[in-house]
């Protein structure tokens, strides 16, 4: 399983950052990415970064505010969140996915740990 971590309770306008680390062994994924899930809500897609290459994709919600990136020698995918807003606000998980093309589907990823999380007040 992954180990998402770093959440908080933020203002609206806050940053936080989250890590989603392999728990002591190296990431075997393709994509590792970030999903969310508010209250009531689905689970949605917020972001993913190709392990290897490093090439990144974002949900038009998160573009421009939010940054994933990894640290391959830490084994530890982060996710910069800088303007949050009260519609942030949610649990958020990271998650394996080994296909080999990129996916912005849940259905897609695997080894979901228990999330982290986020809430932003107005």
């Known amino acids: 399983q992954l180990q998402a971590s770093g959440g908080g309770l933020e203002p609206a306008g806050g940053s936080l950052r989250l890590a989603c680390a392999a728990s002591g062994r190296t990431f075997s994924c393709a994509y590792v990415g970030w999903f969310r899930q508010a209250p009531g809500k689905e689970r949605e897609f917020v972001a993913t970064?190709?392990?290897?290459?490093?090439?990144?994709y974002y949900s038009d919600s998160a573009k421009g505010r939010f940054t994933i990136s990894k640290d391959m020698a830490k084994n530890t995918v982060y996710l910069q969140m800088n303007s949050l807003k009260p519609e942030d606000t949610a649990v958020y998980y990271c998650?394996?996915?080994?296909?080999?093309?990129?996916?912005?589907?849940?259905?897609?990823?695997?080894?979901w740990g228990q999330g982290t999380l986020v809430t932003v007040s107005s």
């Open positions: 970064i190709r392990w290897g290459l490093g090439r990144s």
């Open positions: 998650a394996c996915s080994l296909v080999s093309w990129v996916s912005l589907k849940s259905d897609n990823y695997g080894s």
